[in-house]
């Protein structure tokens, strides 16, 4: 056990100093960091009640101002209030449906990539049909059928967007069981769960973990795509904000305030997370090691 701990620290020590080396990923981080501690300290630091548009006290449209540093909304509430509250949504749909799809993605590639004949080929055609659908009009659809809610946008994101995960686990997974050791696991008696989970499962991780900042990123975009398209989870988003904007003419109007902010936070967080998901590829991808700083 202690042969293993030290092992864990020498490597989290190692991942700890390469990825510190990668700049733009240190910049990606600093802006994740910010996001969510602004988002986990909205309730403690903000007042719920400015929500209400029955509590509105600015005018409307309102352009910046020190009462209103970002300006206000058609029916007078605060932007900056809007855009705290809406980042704990955005980031929230965000990061689950990320895990949701990475979870499917995930056992699927495995699966298919560790089983043979029928088996794998059922799971391949399941992600290939997935993988052709429009991923967005799929979760459209979705969101359609079950109505709306938070939880309803994350089973739609989540759902639809897992395929390319899969495949790209799998050739991994093909990768790894063509080792040596895995046919010694086999010869001394290892089933499928123990050679899934203790050998496939940690050689893929990093690739997992790699990509799901990515998928954060691209699930962000299309929680934001599906509000604008009128598919929004009934609470105040970044998306739901530039449907808002749209509904009630902000960008004809001259009131760029209302476009500015959400679309702002929207394309920082995107960057973050982008930046974060190559910086960690090159850091445990041993090929990229150095090619990106």
């Not at 969510?36 to 509105?56: E, R, S």
């Not at 052709?132 to 089973?155: D, E, F, K, R, Y």
């Not at 089933?191 to 699930?219: C, D, E, F, K």
Request: aromatic share 8%.
């Amino acid at each position: 056990m202690s042969v293993t701990r030290t092992r864990r620290r020498a490597a989290f020590s190692r991942f700890r100093r390469e990825y510190l080396r990668q700049r733009a990923g240190l910049y990606g981080a600093a802006i994740l960091v910010a996001a969510v501690v602004l988002a986990l300290l909205t309730p403690l630091i903000t007042d719920p009640a400015g929500m209400d548009v029955t509590k509105a006290t600015g005018a409307k449209m309102s352009p910046p101002s020190l009462d209103f540093p970002m300006g206000t909304d058609e029916s007078g509430r605060s932007v900056l209030l809007m855009v705290l509250w809406g980042s704990r949504v955005s980031l929230l749909i965000g990061f689950m449906s990320a895990l949701l799809s990475m979870t499917i993605g995930t056992v699927m590639g495995i699966a298919a990539g560790h089983f043979r004949g029928w088996a794998s080929a059922v799971l391949m055609r399941i992600t290939d049909w997935f993988l052709v659908l429009p991923s967005l009009v799929l979760a459209l659809v979705l969101a359609a059928i079950l109505g709306g809610g938070t939880s309803t946008i994350i089973l739609a994101i989540g759902v639809t967007s897992w395929a390319s995960t899969a495949r790209l686990i799998r050739a991994q997974t093909l990768s790894v069981e063509a080792r040596p050791y895995i046919e010694r696991s086999r010869a001394l008696g290892a089933g499928h769960w123990h050679i899934m989970t203790r050998h496939v499962l940690p050689n893929v991780a990093p690739l997992v973990l790699a990509n799901t900042t990515l998928q954060v990123a691209s699930a962000i975009v299309a929680e934001s795509t599906l509000a604008f398209l009128g598919a929004d989870s009934g609470s105040v988003s970044w998306g739901g904000m530039l449907r808002g904007s749209y509904d009630w003419g902000a960008a004809t109007s001259g009131a760029w305030w209302y476009v500015l902010a959400p679309g702002l936070c929207i394309v920082a967080v995107v960057m973050a997370f982008t930046l974060c998901g190559r910086a960690l590829e090159a850091v445990l991808n041993p090929r990229l090691r150095g090619a990106s700083r």
